[in-house]
């Protein structure tokens, strides 16, 4: 079995693992464990609640954390059969909301979710429950679930559809990552193919992502970017990429299947005008991404962070370059004050 050295591990999440010791070679499943287990650690701690008092939406009623509880039956948990949105709170302006809900009511219709609510009755329950629980900056989980229903399939079964709002706060990644890049591989795993799942809809099935995620992860780092299957770059596991080469921005155009993300809208439409530039969509390739001169993400969790590495092969000059800080910096000025809810 191959070994490992625990150094790296340690220059990556802290000092967790307190029972292995810096430079100690470890074989390959603790390895495993040790980043399985740290990666949990880091990401519930990031957005876990400060206290028990979060009021969570369900089905109507605003419930105490403690005991906001789902059916084992629900077709979201049993089959991930129901579509979500996450969406940020800057501010006290929830950013793009209009924009979430229209792409969180049209992955429901493309399921055959019909969610009993208007799209102006999920918007009144989200900002109730982010005020009920008072926060002024934050993260905003919206699921549509099938409901309950019988063990079977069948999604007919299930005669009223979940809805829940969760609001809490959220922190993805170190803030060093957005000033030193963040390095990332290209995973083996090929996002689901548009015919299979289309990846535009944000279903509850997260697996294909969560696989591809694992494989980053096993390496020590937090994120890959997915090829589809014609071996075309789509998108990260949790985020849409851009390149930059000789000045010009390009990001993939939708056939190559992907998820369409809020943010990339808003880079592309807003934030790259605003720095005097425009984005091409086109099909980008591998080679693109080795030989880009910047390489950025997009997402609502990761909001815009550059890209240092990808693989062995470093970007640029291996640091967020002049263009992604750019980006980064007036996205940052643009929802810290009044960002845009349409
Ligand atoms: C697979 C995937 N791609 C892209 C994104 C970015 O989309 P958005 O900017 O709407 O958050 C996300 C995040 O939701 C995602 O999960």
Redesign the pocket.
């Known amino acids: 079995m191959q070994k490992r050295t625990v150094t790296f591990f340690y220059r990556l999440f802290g000092p967790k693992n307190r029972h292995v010791a810096v430079g100690d070679v470890v074989n390959d499943y603790t390895f495993w464990v040790m980043v399985q287990s740290s990666a949990a650690t880091a990401s519930s701690s990031d957005s876990a609640p400060t206290t028990d008092q979060r009021l969570i939406w369900i089905n109507g009623n605003l419930i105490p954390r403690s005991e906001a509880k789902v059916s084992v039956f629900d077709h979201g948990f049993l089959y991930g059969d129901g579509v979500f949105e996450?969406i940020r709170i800057y501010n006290g302006q929830i950013f793009k909301l209009r924009s979430h809900l229209v792409r969180l009511m049209e992955s429901a219709e493309r399921i055959h979710l019909d969610p009993k609510l208007s799209i102006d009755e999920i918007e009144d329950l989200t900002r109730q429950t982010v005020a009920a629980n008072n926060l002024q900056d934050g993260y905003i989980r919206l699921i549509l679930s099938r409901g309950e229903g019988t063990l079977g399939l069948n999604p007919f079964s299930c005669p009223e559809p979940g809805v829940i709002c969760i609001a809490d706060s959220i922190r993805l990644y170190p803030e060093e990552m957005y000033r030193d890049g963040m390095k990332v591989i290209v995973a083996e795993r090929p996002r689901i193919p548009v015919e299979c799942l289309d990846?535009s809809v944000?279903s509850l099935n997260y697996l294909n992502?969560i696989l591809a995620k694992c494989e980053a992860l096993r390496q020590g780092l937090y994120e890959a970017i997915m090829l589809n299957t014609k071996g075309e770059v789509a998108?990260?596991?949790?985020?849409?990429i851009f390149v930059v080469k000789d000045g010009v921005v390009s990001t993939p155009a939708p056939d190559a299947g992907?998820?369409l993300?809020?943010?990339?809208q808003f880079v592309i439409d807003t934030v790259a005008p605003a720095c005097q530039h425009s984005v091409l969509e086109r099909t980008l390739h591998l080679e693109d991404l080795y030989d880009a001169d910047e390489i950025f993400l997009?997402?609502?969790?990761a909001e815009v962070i550059g890209v240092s590495k990808i693989g062995d092969r470093i970007i640029g000059n291996g640091k967020v370059g002049p263009i992604s800080q750019k980006f980064t910096k007036t996205f940052r000025e643009m929802v810290a004050q009044g960002a845009p809810e349409d």
Not at 235 to 240: A, C, P, Q, R
């Open positions: 996450g990846p944000k992502n998108e990260g596991t949790g985020d849409n992907f998820l993300g809020i943010t990339r997009t997402g609502t969790a």
